[in-house]
T-cell receptor, first 116, second 113 residues
Framework: DAKTTQPNSMESNEEEPVHLPCNHS???????IHWYRQLPSQGPEYVIH???SNVNNRMASLAIAEDRKSSTLILHRATLRDAAVYYC?????????????????FGKGTKLSVKP | DSGVTQTPKHLITATGQRVTLRCSPR?????VYWYQQSLDQGLQFLIQ???????AKGNILERFSAQQFPDLHSELNLSSLELGDSALYFC????????????FGPGTRLTVT
């Protein structure tokens, strides 16, 4: 899987939008961009994923650059509960016979702090 | 609650010992993934099973082994434990191998003294 680069940490104020950047300059055409987050003392949790187009779900939005070399996870109104480590992960879901590319390769992620 | 359960929540044992960690996937999920999270290495993929068969291996030590049983629960066996094996061990499950979203359990915290 291709490598991603994220800032080590970011701070946000409660109720304000947060933009979490991710660079993936070596992304391949079949790599999906996934975001997971890990709240303190919990297992990772899926946030959102996309391939080329921007995506929205109840948790967040994912903005993908036209050249796909970077993406941004957008939390529209940060809450204290959004304080977590956010991981940007590339996954190629094309599988060869007898194999699987389903495992996630986590980097160090971005630790998001939310101030009241 | 992801629907994935892991037992035990905490485990404290001595070096050289052997332990077994258990994971029950979400109902209907066929694939189980094991991950290790330590302070120095971060979250690392260990091994994946799909419907009882090993499908992919990551950075899993030879002292570690896993299996998935006919009822789809999985066990991770860690033997000849070393201090460096102290970590959080997570399992995750998906219905198929092509699923975008992995559901993670709450983890087992292993402390080796």
């Amino acid at each position: 899987d291709a490598k991603t680069t994220q800032p080590n940490s970011m701070e946000s104020n409660e109720e304000e939008p947060v933009h979490l950047p991710c660079n993936h300059s070596t992304i391949s055409g079949t790599d999906y961009i996934h975001w997971y987050r890990q709240l303190p003392s919990q297992g990772p949790e899926y946030v959102i994923h996309g391939l080329t187009s921007n995506v929205n779900n109840r948790m967040a939005s994912l903005a993908i650059a036209e050249d796909r070399k970077s993406s941004t996870l957008i939390l529209h109104r940060a809450t204290l509960r959004d304080a977590a480590v956010y991981y940007c992960i590339l996954r190629d879901l094309h599988m060869n016979y007898g194999g699987s590319q389903g495992n996630l390769i986590f980097g160090k992620g971005t630790k998001l702090s939310v101030k009241p | 609650d992801s629907g994935v359960t892991q037992t035990p929540k905490h485990l404290i044992t001595a070096t050289g010992q052997r332990v077994t960690l258990r994971c029950s996937p979400r109902s209907g999920d066929l694939s189980v993934y094991w991950y290790q999270q330590s302070l120095d290495q971060g979250l690392q993929f260990l091994i994946q099973y799909y419907n009882g068969e090993e499908r992919a291996k990551g950075n899993i030590l030879e002292r570690f082994s896993a299996q998935q049983f006919p009822d789809l629960h999985s066990e991770l066996n860690l033997s000849s434990l070393e201090l460096g094996d102290s970590a959080l061990y997570f399992c995750a499950s998906t219905r198929s191998e092509r699923d975008y979203e992995q559901y993670f359990g709450p983890g087992t915290r292993l402390t080796v003294t």
